[in-house]
């Protein structure tokens, strides 16, 4: 049995002193992995905090087929996507506005516009139909893997492609509304 193997074990078990060494072997070497390529410090502490809560929150299940130091860093890999993703969406529809109106200040209710585009995008995700939102949720919330959600799911790969294709290619079309209509709120409010 190896060493991860070991580990994974007592983890099953709740064995609180595996997780620890796992997190203080670990955590620092992603931080700094994420730290290099993000631009904060604290969001990447953040991400790799959120790493280790899915790990640990899903001890039980886990079937690490590779090392662990593989498995955290590609689950960080994933978080960091999906950060980078969601950061640029709304940075990009708040540079498309001020750079409008260069004089333009952040309000209040742009501020909310911002807040609001994930609690829209929750909202639109519930209405996918059931198996394209179970697999979109294991893919963008749980970070599994492709290979990963088919074996959870019981369907192939490719299906598990084709679901993820067409759910993104249904939730860029309401991204994309919702920035029309953010874009006409800010006209009528600040005449940009």
């Known amino acids: 049995m190896t060493i991860d193997a070991m580990f994974m074990e007592k983890l ?13 072997t670990y955590a620092p070497q992603l931080i700094n992995y994420s730290a290099a390529r993000l ?28 090392s662990i130091r593989t498995y955290l860093f590609a689950a960080l890999k994933y978080k ?3 950060h980078i993703r969601k950061n640029s969406h709304r940075q990009y529809y708040k540079a498309m506005v001020i750079s409008m109106n260069p004089d333009a200040q952040e309000t209040v209710f742009e501020q909310a516009v911002y807040n609001n585009l994930n609690k829209i995008m929750d909202q639109e995700v ?3 139909p059931g198996r394209m939102r179970e697999t979109y949720i294991l ?4 970070h599994l893997s492709v290979s990963e959600i088919a074996a959870e799911m019981n369907v192939s ?4 492609k084709n679901q993820l294709s067409t759910a993104l290619k249904k939730l860029r079309v309401v991204l994309d509304r ?8 800010a006209y009528l409010c600040h005449g940009i």
């Open 178 to 185: 919702i920035a029309l209509f953010s874009l006409m709120i």
């Open 39 to 66: 631009s904060s410090l604290e969001e990447s502490r953040d991400l790799v905090h959120d790493v280790f809560v899915s790990f640990y929150e899903r001890r039980a299940n886990l079937d690490v087929n590779v």
């Open 80 to 82: 960091m996507i999906d």
């Open 139 to 142: 893919s963008r919330k749980h």
């Open 157 to 160: 790969e490719q299906t598990v």
């Open 126 to 128: 519930s209405r996918l």
């Open 12 to 24: 099953k078990m709740d064995n609180a002193g595996a997780f620890e060494t796992i997190y203080n």
